[in-house]
């Protein structure tokens, strides 16, 4: 059998797109091996009417919404797949079984890579935070530190700032600020502690300090840490899909990659990585690929 489409990732992105397909009575299937971005999360933030709830219980009403329109959803990993010679896609699952569509949606979404401080899984989600605008409001006007080793972290030290008067930017170990960028951070009242970071202290998943190298221990309510992410699995390379620098997927504005029939959607491809986002990217591609397969089904010829 050949399915008009399938569909790798079962998050909001991946979802949004199956309703649409599904209302559009095409015959699709997803897989979705259930380790979603946000699953640390204490609760889901910018989504109209759905403020607060659990990520597992957003996904739990979008997945009722899926399979009502006959549509299954497969708890597995999509190990390999491949463009095949006739312009189908292959998805593998394992060795030995393979599905084949037309059109292949990859909504696989990215991985956090937290930082390498002892203990800081405790806090993730609670108090450690990688988004403002995602929990900066609950967290508002608390004293905040920002963990930003790898990335300069000067523009978000600054954009802090519009949720906490009480910001300190610690850069665990390296001197990546110019000094321009330190006297601008001074000029804002924004500390800038370079010294290495050894641990992180609270009480049920609620950040109190943090610990120096040198045994300096600095009183705090919250951390962010900057983006630092990679793509959740390897299909979008094995696909030869083209990345920008931030490693995620450049598309067209309806999800269509630079592989005709493959599209990408949600925090792996490029934008803003929210779930309204992602579930409208999903929609886009939706309402694409429907298009795209109306298209080879009955061609419009000049008349
Ligand atoms: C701690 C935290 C808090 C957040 N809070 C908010 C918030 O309050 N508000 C907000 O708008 N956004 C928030 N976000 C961002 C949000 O989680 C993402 O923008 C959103 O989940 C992206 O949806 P997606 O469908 O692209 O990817 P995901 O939700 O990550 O879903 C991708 C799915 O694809 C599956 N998958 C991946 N590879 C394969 C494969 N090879 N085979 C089968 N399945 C596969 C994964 O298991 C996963 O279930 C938060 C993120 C984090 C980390």
Redesign the pocket.
């Known amino acids: 059998m050949i399915y008009d489409a399938i569909i790798?990732?079962?998050?909001?992105?991946?979802l949004n797109a199956a309703v649409v397909l599904g209302r559009c009575k095409r015959k699709i299937l997803v897989?979705?091996?259930?380790?979603?971005?946000?699953s640390?999360?204490s609760g889901?933030?910018?989504?109209l009417s759905r403020d607060g709830i659990l990520p597992k219980d957003f996904l739990e009403l979008a997945r009722e919404e899926v399979t009502a329109l006959g549509i299954s959803i497969l708890p597995?990993?999509?190990t390999t797949a491949t463009k095949t010679a006739d312009d189908h896609f292959t998805v593998h699952v394992d060795h030995a079984i393979s599905y084949t569509a037309k059109i292949l949606l990859l909504?696989?979404?990215v991985k956090?890579r937290l930082p390498e401080v002892p203990g800081i899984e405790e806090y993730?989600?609670i108090s450690v935070?990688?988004?403002p605008y995602?929990?900066g409001w609950e967290e508002r006007d608390k004293k905040m530190v920002l963990y930003s080793k790898h990335i300069n972290g000067f523009g978000m030290a600054v954009s802090l700032k519009t949720w906490s008067a009480d910001v300190t930017l610690l850069t665990d170990g390296k001197m990546y600020l110019s000094g321009k960028q330190r006297s601008t951070l001074a000029h804002y009242n924004i500390n800038v502690i370079q010294k290495p970071v050894a641990s992180v202290q609270g009480t049920s998943g609620r950040l109190q300090s943090v610990s120096f190298s040198d045994g300096q221990i600095l009183e705090c309510d919250t951390l962010f840490f900057t983006d630092n992410y990679e793509q959740?699995?390897g299909?979008v390379t094995d696909l030869q899909c083209s990345l920008n620098s931030k490693g995620v997927v450049r598309t067209n504005n309806v999800q269509q990659t630079n592989i005709e029939g493959l599209y990408v959607a949600?925090?792996?491809s490029k934008d803003m990585?929210?779930?309204?986002v992602?579930a409208a990217q999903g929609a886009k591609a939706g309402i694409a690929i429907n298009k795209s397969l109306q298209l080879r089904e009955r061609p419009l010829f000049p008349v």
Not at 31 to 38: A, E, L, Q
């Open positions: 790798v990732g079962g998050g909001p992105a991946g897989f979705d091996s259930g380790k979603y971005r946000n640390y999360s889901l933030h910018n989504y597995q990993l999509v909504a696989t979404g956090d993730y989600g935070h990688h988004c995602c929990d959740h699995c299909l949600g925090d792996a990585h929210l779930v309204v992602a």
